[in-house]
């Protein structure tokens, strides 16, 4: 007579499994130098955002891009769709200590942004804007590197409304609170000001390598 297997035993032999295999990723990205001090990889894609999912109508959304520009504007959903596109690959370090690795974004790279709205030379900052009052600010610099989007695809379906959907952007040399979800206007400014957690503490920049969590 066999002896009885345990329901549990398939559950526990796929944790191990699993377990292994970040553990194995986890330690490859920290010796090629992608793993960030103090973060830990995750094969998931955590959900953490300030206030709730807001709804998403396509008639009625609107993107609008103001400040220290010559062409401000404002697209609805059907034209923001008309800029030109790119697709990215990049790594995604969250201020909580997980790191998420070669995802693949798809949406309009944000250099295509500064060349619609011919933004001026005074302008060294944006501050981005999302639903629900949330706000983050981000050097201008740093958003016209090559990898900086306004993303609305995620591996390759459309961004689901938990990660930002239908908009987010995606920063990512810098901690995630910086890529901000569902955003919906830039605001090009001389000057650098806080955004929603900028104020509460959390840092001005936010560079993961330097672990640039909060402000001293």
Not at 135 to 143: C, G, I, S, Y
Request: hydrophobic fraction near 35%; glycine fraction near 6%.
């Amino acid at each position: 007579m066999h002896p009885q297997r345990s329901s549990l035993q398939p559950l526990l032999t796929f944790r191990i499994v699993f377990n292994t295999e970040r553990k194995e990723l986890e330690k490859a990205r920290r010796d090629d130098g992608r793993l960030p001090p103090g973060q830990s990889l995750t094969l998931k894609w955590p959900v953490l955002h300030e206030g709730t999912i807001p709804a998403f109508d396509p008639e009625r959304w609107r993107f609008s891009v103001r400040g220290l520009v010559e062409d401000p504007f404002e697209l609805t959903w059907d034209e923001f769709q008309q800029l030109p596109r790119t697709k990215v690959t990049a790594d995604f370090h969250c201020v909580t200590t997980w790191s998420k690795f070669d995802n693949n974004w798809e949406g309009v790279p944000f250099s295509a942004i500064v060349e619609k709205a011919r933004v001026q030379p005074e302008a060294k900052f944006v501050i981005v804007k999302a639903e629900g009052g949330y706000a983050t600010n981000v050097p201008l610099e740093d958003l016209l590197r090559d990898d900086v989007l306004l993303a609305d695809k995620h591996e390759p379906e459309p961004l689901t409304p938990e990660h930002g959907g239908p908009l987010r952007l995606v920063v990512p040399h810098l901690y995630a609170w910086k890529s901000a979800k569902w955003v919906r206007s830039l605001d090009f400014v001389a000057e650098d000001r806080a955004g929603f957690w900028e104020q509460v503490g959390y840092h001005m920049y936010g560079d993961p390598f330097k672990e640039q969590r909060y402000r001293d």
